[in-house]
């Protein structure tokens, strides 16, 4: 049996923390809402984005309004910003050791196909997955819920995976979620959208504050040979 590992991407593999706070900044300047700081944009974070607005005191309303001029305000800061992003420390090595390993890899995100693929080509992390699921386009749905689960159930049951054989990993409730509902192993990664406070009250079965230590406890869990 295959092993499958899924990826969240923003915050978890590329280390674009700075873009998504410029990006969550320029969107809540169209609402003519005061700059946050990261502390506060971790503490009101969560999917679906709509809920993230609300966080802040924002009215619903006032959100859907104009929710694609927010979307524009976000993607076009947060473009500018992931160019000066780097991978977070141990990505790359952890993909080549999962593809060394004949382990299949999934890129699940979010964000926008032509966004997405354009960083994996900057970065040369194509041909490290075997799978990739992105939102295609932006409409008015992406605001207020959440279509990862059904994309990722989607894709287990099109190749064949079971919830005994992979693993996702994360920076968001999202993700947790996935795990406890698909039953995966599931890591959640600080230094992302959450604070750690909140990702240990999301009960994932692994909290890791760097990419470098998902190996070793796949090592005990799925048997892995070091």
């Known amino acids: 049996m295959t092993y499958l590992a899924v990826f ?10 700075v873009a998504n706070l410029a990006g969550a900044n320029a969107a809540l300047n169209v609402l003519g809402h005061e700059p946050i700081t990261a502390e506060r ?15 802040l005191g924002i009215k619903t309303d006032d959100v859907l309004s104009c929710h694609e001029e927010l979307a524009s305000a976000f993607l076009d800061a947060h473009d500018r910003e992931t160019e000066k992003a780097g991978l977070r420390p141990g990505a790359r090595e ?7 390993r004949g382990v ?10 032509d966004h997405v693929r354009v960083q994996l080509e900057r970065f040369s992390l194509l041909s490290l997955f075997q799978g990739i699921s992105c939102n295609r386009e932006y409409d008015a749905s992406y605001i207020s819920a959440m279509n990862k689960q059904e994309r990722l159930q989607a894709y287990m ?18 993700e947790a979620k996935i795990g406890r509902h698909l039953w995966l192993t599931t890591f959640s ?12 009250a999301l009960a994932p079965d692994h909290i890791v504050s760097r990419l470098s230590e998902v190996l070793p406890i796949l090592e005990k869990t799925w048997n892995f040979q070091p």
């Open 8 to 17: 969240d991407w923003n915050c978890t593999l590329i280390d674009d923390f």
């Open 41 to 55: 944009y971790r503490e009101a974070f969560t999917f679906p984005i709509l809920h993230s607005y609300v966080a």
């Open 94 to 100: 952890l993909l080549q050791d999962m593809n060394d």
């Open 104 to 113: 299949h890899c999934l890129l699940l995100t979010n964000h926008f196909h």
């Open 157 to 174: 049951d099109e190749h064949g995976f079971t919830p005994d054989h992979a693993f996702i990993i994360g920076d968001t409730n999202e």
């Open 189 to 200: 990664i600080t230094g992302g959208l959450l604070s750690e406070e909140r990702l240990k």
